[in-house]
């Protein structure tokens, strides 16, 4: 009983998710009550929060450990009701000790939270641990909150006071306290690159919040606090490198915004800082004008000149930026004119002078513009009129970086500087529509005037369902006895792939097979996608009977007369349980189901910036510079695409631009492409067949990164051409993941990769690739539409539409992959032969005692199993890869390929090569099937002899092996099976001196079975 009253009951509230909004405002002020024993507790409350994260400890006595599995945990969710002084019911939880761990042993639990009546309207679930601990420092801990001390533990950390008020002030703001202590862990900051000696965490350093445009909490960016990041080094590389310098990634060490001291760079801490001169036109009045003509204004700086669209004198209104970069700045004056479109002179003038021009210090708002009097060309101020400026020095983090036209590219002409902007897109929320057509009633055959043989031939009556471009059909009804012909009967489930807004409508027509591509349509239906239900569950769908309309009607009838109203039984829903894939699930980038309300909170931050490209191959000549690139970059993760400017002429172009991702799942790859802007020339711009070209993609998997470690890498841009692997330039990027909570990632390692519908009801593998396809069109149709449109062309490189084609390089390349997978086994199986042929006589012997050991000793087989996996696992720490992965040559068989091959992979389908080349493809692909078919059937000899064992196909045998299992049973009866094992050992590990070099009589006997190849024609 003494130790007994020693252990204590610890109860950790980890978090809950999706509560039930109670407060009226569509949110809950959310605390956990724990009751045990007569004995009370409650966590703090977390103010307008619907997934509140608690991470507390509450300790409770405990009587008697002997009879704990007999007692049971009340959890209960209130929400603090302040205006009140009460509160509300959100759920509960009863918890067994039965399930009760003990410590070291604990585990997170997601339970649902149960109704406490019948009227109780309850949601959502949590995450609890419960275990026995015996350290006192546990409860003081805990009691330290309770008694006004100086922290609360959260994450396994004292958090302070003030840090704790800054959680409870913001709705939806966490400032994980761990952050910068596990980085300082890891390795060396920003700081320790520049000083020798480290630098410590000032106390006025705060991360600032990362804002995205998809709702959810907030997690801040580890941003450019010098102490809370590390840069990854180069160290040695393990087994990522291709053997060619060429193809290999390397380091970079780019003077990033985090690197210095500058606390206006903080927002954009992952790229290079490039100071830029903003001028903004406003608009102009007064103007002095003969007639009705419009008006431009002109700004110049040096040999730069940008000129505004042409407006009308009434209605002089600009307001357009222009960004001149700073590096390319040959004058110490900025001039504005104001001019008739059209012509040379100028109706006013005004000049300002840079070094009176204000820098703009984030996160200031921008500069009013002002208005300034003009001049002539005499230096009169009394007629020229007013124009309204702005002017300022500022980086490519202000705001209107993006929408500004750029001196760079001071040669595109008017209709491609849209084209050459950055901008960030959306995917379309896509839902999987499920049509179960059933069966129809009444049908009418023909029309007016049919046939008199349609009278004696039976209909082929089949159903036709279309959403947008997407068309399937069921199968031809067959004949039953108990059905009529006009009364068909299909039952089968279709699968489409919608987007929101639901513009779309879903068209189902009933039609007969007159003859081979002659179909008769008896009937249709017009449903629009938003009278379907939807549903985010396996719940059936009401099924309903739809009229159909036929078209045999005379078109003098009055509509509101039926003549005749034949039927079809549907049932339709819009199914939000599933993702929807657009990607292979190798390098998917997003695992959410469609419906928002089951969807988790997120653990982390994906921050990538995009800094720039070098030697970046010609894609196009121009005339008078020979080869150039108008290079720009696409990013895809999750819903979100961002898509950079457009450099100019430039085999090196410079983006720093930095992007943030909200990560749900860590185990997901972001994809990151560059291609060639070929709506810059106006010559091929005016043309509708234009389309970008690509020059090289990377994907980088998030579960390779470290948390909050900064990568800077120069990845090889690699494209196959039919001439074989090229390298088209470098990609400069500084990637960092970070993670907001470590519990809720690793949870993640545990839980099924797509949502639950994918396994409650699953699709089938051709099923799932028809509707990649679909969502794929479907993406690439919306993007298109946007502006600056994103091409067809851009949307399915970057989703790999083309991955399913056939390729001798890929079957080759997964060949080996499966080979080097299985290479462990023969690894191992030849360990095994050398210690039995005693090479070794000391690793032998040794074998044989431990064998003998495990066999005396059986419990020590599982233990040592996971032991000696784990002491791999810290051995192989020292190997690990310090490198994020990149595309691999020699893995990928980009290297070795043949001509031939590479030109089947580029081939077209169906093929476009002449009879003689697919004649020869085709006995290529015959002697390697031939191959395939002789190794499946060794293996189903293999199969068959085991077979034969008691089929009595061979009577000999089969007695021999009868006998043989009779007499096996009364010796192992007799013969403990531990000595059996142990003498079985022995004579397997027996020296090479007494052994014989023919088969054992086991081998021989089993290949003596017969087997079906001689059945066989």
């Given at each position: 009983?003494?130790?007994?009253?020693?252990?204590?009951?610890?109860?950790?509230?980890?978090?809950?998710?999706?509560?039930?909004?109670?407060?009226?405002?569509?949110?809950?002020?959310?605390?956990?009550?724990?009751?045990?024993?007569?004995?009370?507790?409650?966590?703090?409350?977390?103010?307008?929060?619907?997934?509140?994260?608690?991470?507390?400890?509450?300790?409770?006595?405990?009587?008697?450990?002997?009879?704990?599995?007999?007692?049971?945990?009340?959890?209960?969710?209130?929400?603090?009701?302040?205006?009140?002084?009460?509160?509300?019911?959100?759920?509960?939880?009863?918890?067994?000790?039965?399930?009760?761990?003990?410590?070291?042993?604990?585990?997170?639990?997601?339970?649902?939270?149960?109704?406490?009546?019948?009227?109780?309207?309850?949601?959502?679930?949590?995450?609890?641990?419960?275990?026995?601990?015996?350290?006192?420092?546990?409860?003081?801990?805990?009691?330290?909150?309770?008694?006004?001390?100086?922290?609360?533990?959260?994450?396994?950390?004292?958090?302070?006071?003030?840090?704790?008020?800054?959680?409870?002030?913001?709705?939806?703001?966490?400032?994980?306290?761990?952050?910068?202590?596990?980085?300082?862990?890891?390795?060396?900051?920003?700081?320790?690159?520049?000083?020798?000696?480290?630098?410590?965490?000032?106390?006025?350093?705060?991360?600032?919040?990362?804002?995205?445009?998809?709702?959810?909490?907030?997690?801040?960016?580890?941003?450019?606090?010098?102490?809370?990041?590390?840069?990854?080094?180069?160290?040695?590389?393990?087994?990522?490198?291709?053997?060619?310098?060429?193809?290999?990634?390397?380091?970079?060490?780019?003077?990033?915004?985090?690197?210095?001291?500058?606390?206006?760079?903080?927002?954009?801490?992952?790229?290079?800082?490039?100071?830029?001169?903003?001028?903004?036109?406003?608009?102009?009045?007064?103007?002095?004008?003969?007639?009705?003509?419009e008006l431009v204004a002109e700004v110049k700086l040096g040999n730069y000149k940008g000129i505004t669209n042409r407006v009308s004198l009434s209605n002089a209104d600009w307001d357009q930026i222009f960004a001149f970069s700073k590096d390319c700045i040959q004058s110490s004056t900025v001039e504005i004119f104001v001019k008739e479109s059209g012509k040379d002179e100028y109706l006013g003038r005004v000049s300002f002078d840079l070094s009176e021009v204000p820098k703009r210090v984030q996160p200031d708002s921008q500069l009013a513009p002002q208005w300034y009097r003009m001049e002539d060309k005499k230096g009169d101020m009394a007629k020229c009129g007013e124009v309204m400026v702005s002017m300022w020095f500022g980086t490519q983090a202000d705001e209107a970086f993006s929408e500004a036209w750029h001196?760079?590219?001071?040669?595109?002409?008017?209709?491609?500087?849209?084209?050459?902007?950055?901008?960030?897109?959306?995917?379309?929320?896509?839902?999987?529509?499920?049509?179960?057509?059933?069966?129809?009633?009444?049908?009418?055959?023909?029309?007016?005037?049919?046939?008199?043989?349609?009278?004696?031939?039976?209909?082929?009556?089949?159903?036709?369902?279309?959403?947008?471009?997407?068309?399937?059909?069921?199968?031809?009804?067959?004949?039953?006895?108990?059905?009529?012909?006009?009364?068909?009967?299909?039952?089968?489930?279709?699968?489409?792939?919608?987007?929101?807004?639901?513009?779309?409508?879903?068209?189902?027509?009933?039609?007969?097979?007159?003859?081979?591509?002659?179909?008769?349509?008896?009937?249709?239906?017009?449903?629009?996608?938003?009278?379907?239900?939807?549903?985010?569950?396996?719940?059936?769908?009401?099924?309903?009977?739809?009229?159909?309309?036929?078209?045999?009607?005379?078109?003098?009838?009055?509509?509101?007369?039926?003549?005749?109203?034949?039927?079809?039984?549907?049932?339709?829903?819009?199914?939000?349980?599933?993702?929807?894939?657009?990607?292979?699930?190798?390098?998917?980038?997003?695992?959410?189901?469609?419906?928002?309300?089951?969807?988790?909170?997120?653990?982390?931050?994906?921050?990538?910036?995009?800094?720039?490209?070098?030697?970046?191959?010609?894609?196009?000549?121009?005339?008078?510079?020979?080869?150039?690139?108008?290079?720009?970059?696409?990013?895809?993760?999750?819903?979100?695409?961002?898509?950079?400017?457009?450099?100019?002429?430039?085999?090196?172009?410079?983006?720093?631009?930095?992007?943030?991702?909200?990560?749900?799942?860590?185990?997901?790859?972001?994809?990151?492409?560059?291609?060639?802007?070929?709506?810059?020339?106006?010559?091929?711009?005016?043309?509708?067949?234009?389309?970008?070209?690509?020059?090289?993609?990377?994907?980088?998997?998030?579960?390779?990164?470290?948390?909050?470690?900064?990568?800077?890498?120069?990845?090889?841009?690699?494209?196959?051409h039919p001439s074989g692997v090229k390298k088209m330039g470098e990609l400069n990027l500084a990637v960092r993941f970070s993670c907001a909570n470590m519990f809720n990632m690793l949870h993640t390692y545990t839980m099924p990769l797509l949502p639950k519908m994918h396994y409650v009801q699953p699709l089938s593998v051709n099923q799932l690739d028809s509707l990649r396809c679909q969502a794929m069109s479907v993406i690439a149709s919306r993007l298109s539409r946007a502006e600056p449109p994103l091409g067809r062309e851009v949307v399915e490189y970057m989703l790999d539409h083309d991955s399913h084609m056939w390729s001798m390089r890929k079957s080759k390349a997964n060949f080996f992959r499966l080979t080097n997978v299985l290479a462990w086994f023969v690894v191992m199986s030849r360990f095994l032969e050398s210690l039995r042929n005693w090479h070794k006589p000391v690793y032998s012997t040794l074998c044989l005692i431990v064998f003998i050991i495990l066999v005396l000793v059986p419990e020590l087989i599982i233990p040592c199993m996971f032991f000696t996996l784990a002491t791999l696992g810290i051995w192989q720490y020292k190997s690990r890869p310090c490198y994020p992965p990149h595309m691999d040559t020699r893995l990928s068989f980009a290297e070795t390929i043949l001509p031939d091959e590479l030109d089947e992979e580029f081939d077209s389908f169906p093929t476009s090569r002449s009879a003689e080349i697919v004649r020869m493809r085709y006995d290529r692909l015959r002697s390697v099937a031939g191959r395939i078919q002789t190794v499946v059937g060794d293996m189903a000899t293999q199969g068959e002899r085991f077979q034969a064992l008691l089929s009595w196909r061979d009577p000999r045998a089969t007695f021999l092996f009868v006998m043989l299992c009779f007499m096996a049973a009364f010796g192992f009866y007799l013969v403990p099976i531990r000595w059996v094992v142990a003498l079985w050992g022995v004579y397997y590990l027996r020296p090479p001196r007494f052994r014989n070099k023919l088969p054992s009589s086991a081998v021989s006997f089993f290949k003596r079975l017969p087997t079906n190849a001689d059945t066989m024609l």
């Open positions: 009983m003494n130790n007994s009253s020693k252990e204590k009951l610890v109860v950790e509230v980890v978090a809950a998710h999706n509560l039930m909004p109670k407060d009226g405002e569509g949110s809950s002020s959310p605390f956990v009550e724990v009751e045990f024993e007569n004995q009370r507790q409650k966590t703090q409350v977390k103010y307008r929060e619907l997934n509140p994260v608690w991470n507390e400890k509450l300790v409770f006595h405990v009587k008697d450990v002997a009879d704990l599995p007999y007692r049971t945990i009340e959890v209960n969710v209130f929400n603090e009701r302040r205006s009140s002084n009460s509160r509300n019911f959100l759920g509960k939880v009863r918890v067994s000790g039965s399930s009760i761990a003990k410590e070291g042993e604990e585990m997170a639990q997601l339970y649902m939270l149960d109704k406490r009546s019948l009227f109780s309207h309850v949601r959502g679930e949590i995450s609890l641990k419960l275990y026995l601990s015996t350290k006192e420092e546990v409860k003081q801990a805990i009691n330290s909150d309770g008694s006004g001390g100086a922290g609360v533990v959260v994450s396994g950390r004292a958090v302070s006071k003030k840090n704790r008020k800054m959680q409870q002030q913001g709705e939806n703001l966490m400032v994980p306290q761990q952050m910068g202590q596990e980085s300082n862990k890891m390795g060396l900051g920003f700081q320790n690159l520049t000083h020798p000696k480290p630098v410590g965490p000032s106390p006025g350093d705060i991360k600032p919040v990362v804002i995205t445009t998809i709702p959810g909490p907030v997690i801040p960016a580890a941003a450019g606090v010098a102490h809370s990041v590390g840069i990854s080094h180069g160290r040695g590389i393990g087994g990522y490198s291709t053997g060619l310098n060429e193809f290999a990634l390397k380091e970079t060490s780019p003077h990033l915004g985090g690197l210095n001291n500058d606390k206006t760079s903080s927002i954009y801490d992952l790229v290079e800082q490039m100071q830029y001169l903003y001028v903004r036109v406003v608009r102009a009045r007064e103007i002095s004008l003969f007639g009705s003509g001196s760079k590219a001071a040669n595109v002409h008017f209709d491609g500087l849209n084209s050459i902007k950055s901008k960030v897109y959306l995917s379309p929320k896509l839902w999987y529509l499920r049509v179960s057509v059933m069966e129809a009633q009444d049908i009418i055959l023909g029309g007016k005037g049919a046939p008199m043989n349609n009278m004696v031939r039976y209909p082929e009556l089949f159903a036709k369902v279309q959403v947008g471009s997407q068309v399937l059909r069921t199968r031809v009804a067959s004949p039953m006895t108990n059905r009529s012909f006009s009364n068909p009967f299909w039952n089968e489930d279709l699968m489409f792939v919608a987007a929101e807004p639901f513009e779309d409508y879903l068209l189902i027509s009933v039609e007969d097979r007159l003859a081979l591509n002659r179909d008769e349509v008896v009937g249709r239906l017009i449903l629009p996608m938003t009278n379907i239900e939807r549903r985010i569950d396996d719940k059936p769908v009401m099924s309903r009977w739809f009229n159909l309309d036929t078209q045999f009607s005379s078109p003098n009838e009055s509509k509101a007369v039926v003549r005749f109203a034949s039927r079809i039984h549907l049932r339709a829903s819009l199914e939000g349980g599933y993702h929807v894939l657009d990607q292979a699930t190798m390098y998917i980038s997003d695992v959410r189901p469609t419906a928002k309300q089951l969807w988790k909170p997120h653990i982390g931050v994906l921050e990538v910036g995009l800094l720039g490209a070098t030697n970046i191959m010609p894609m196009k000549i121009k005339e008078g510079k020979g080869g150039s690139t108008d290079a720009y970059c696409v990013a895809k993760y999750g819903q979100k695409w961002v898509r950079t400017r457009t450099v100019v002429d430039s085999l090196a172009p410079k983006w720093n631009e930095q992007y943030n991702w909200e990560v749900y799942d860590p185990c997901t790859v972001i994809t990151i492409g560059v291609f060639d802007n070929s709506h810059i020339d106006k010559n091929t711009a005016s043309g509708g067949g234009n389309r970008d070209t690509r020059i090289g993609k990377v994907r980088i998997r998030l579960s390779s990164l470290e948390s909050d470690r900064v990568y800077t890498h120069a990845y090889p841009l690699l494209m196959l």
